[in-house]
């Protein structure tokens, strides 16, 4: 779960984030004719996902149905940015860029896509949507740009980057279009989860990105606490703002007991 609240007396985003690789196109292990991850996902969240989502918070989701010519289907990607105080706030620009390809094999992922990024490198995809979007909000004089999307940049040293991430071609892609697009110092860095961890440090090791965070929040699965039943463990990241801007990032943890009562202050 993520977070994000600032000095105002009304959360700044009430509603979570969800950010799933696991985007259903199959039923069992066969193919589906119809997009149906992204027609749900948009079924579900997309009333909630518009217009204004506190005093000064505007949210615009488009995901337009767009030929997605990797999978031979029809598509729709989950790209949308969050401004805080108008387009000259803070920008946090969520990307969709969990593959739409099957696993290697039927076995190697419970019914679904495979654990790997894409780009979606074509006319209505996420690379391209990125290039067409960021300019803009420098046009604008964003103070601030935030990523959230699924997939980390920097994974463990023995997970396989392409298997389970972008392969070193498509970061070079990303940091070419993030440089290209406003000054690196106005980058924040990425909120991810993927890899059901949590971790504090930098996406990139190239240089300019020094200051480029990388934030990951652990799943509800009682991953460092395993004697913890998965229904009993919580985790979440708060973000603090304050005159939009990012001005703290806080990581908990722990076990919940659902069954017992839990006392609320008045």
């Known amino acids: 779960m993520m977070c994000v609240s600032s000095t105002r007396k009304s959360p700044v985003l009430p509603r979570i984030f969800f950010f799933l690789?696991?985007?259903?196109?199959?039923?069992?292990?066969?193919?589906?004719?119809?997009?149906?991850?992204?027609?749900?996902?948009?079924?579900?969240?997309?009333?909630?996902?518009?217009g204004e989502m506190g005093p000064g918070i505007q949210i615009a989701y488009k995901?337009?149905?767009?030929?997605?010519?990797?999978?031979?289907?029809?598509?729709?990607?989950?790209?949308?940015?969050v401004q805080i105080d108008g387009p000259s706030?803070?920008?946090?620009?969520?990307?969709?860029?969990?593959?739409?390809?099957?696993p290697f094999r039927p076995d190697y992922v419970d019914r679904?896509?495979?654990?790997?990024?894409?780009?979606?490198?074509?006319?209505?995809?996420?690379?391209?949507w990125l290039e067409e979007t960021l300019p803009r909000l420098y046009t604008n004089n964003a103070s601030q740009v935030?990523?959230?999307?699924?997939?980390?940049?920097?994974?463990?040293?023995?997970?396989?980057d392409r298997i389970y991430g972008f392969d070193r071609n498509e970061?070079?892609?990303?940091?070419?279009?993030?440089?290209?697009?406003?000054?690196?110092?106005?980058?924040?860095?990425?909120?991810?989860?993927?890899?059901?961890?949590?971790?504090?440090g930098l996406a990139f090791d190239e240089?300019?990105?020094?200051?480029?965070?990388?934030?990951?929040?652990?799943?509800?699965?009682g991953h460092l606490m395993d004697r913890i039943p998965k229904n009993q463990y919580g985790a979440f990241t708060l973000v603090r703002v304050q005159n939009n801007l990012i001005v703290s990032i806080e990581q908990f943890s722990g076990p919940y007991y659902p069954e017992e009562p839990t006392s609320s202050s008045q």
């Open 146 to 160: 935030a990523f959230f999307q699924h997939h980390p940049y920097r994974l463990q040293f023995y997970a396989p």
């Open 171 to 200: 970061k070079a892609r990303i940091q070419q279009v993030l440089r290209d697009s406003m000054p690196l110092e106005k980058y924040k860095g990425v909120f991810a989860g993927h890899l059901h961890r949590f971790y504090e």
């Open 112 to 128: 679904g896509v495979g654990p790997w990024a894409d780009l979606h490198d074509f006319p209505g995809g996420t690379i391209n």
């Open 63 to 81: 995901a337009p149905e767009t030929w997605n010519s990797q999978r031979n289907i029809t598509s729709l990607f989950q790209n949308w940015v």
């Open 207 to 221: 240089e300019g990105f020094e200051n480029f965070g990388q934030w990951e929040t652990d799943t509800c699965k």
């Open 21 to 50: 690789h696991q985007i259903k196109f199959y039923t069992d292990y066969n193919s589906s004719d119809v997009a149906e991850g992204d027609q749900t996902f948009q079924r579900t969240f997309g009333d909630l996902l518009q």
């Open 89 to 102: 706030g803070l920008n946090l620009v969520v990307l969709d860029w969990n593959t739409r390809l099957a």
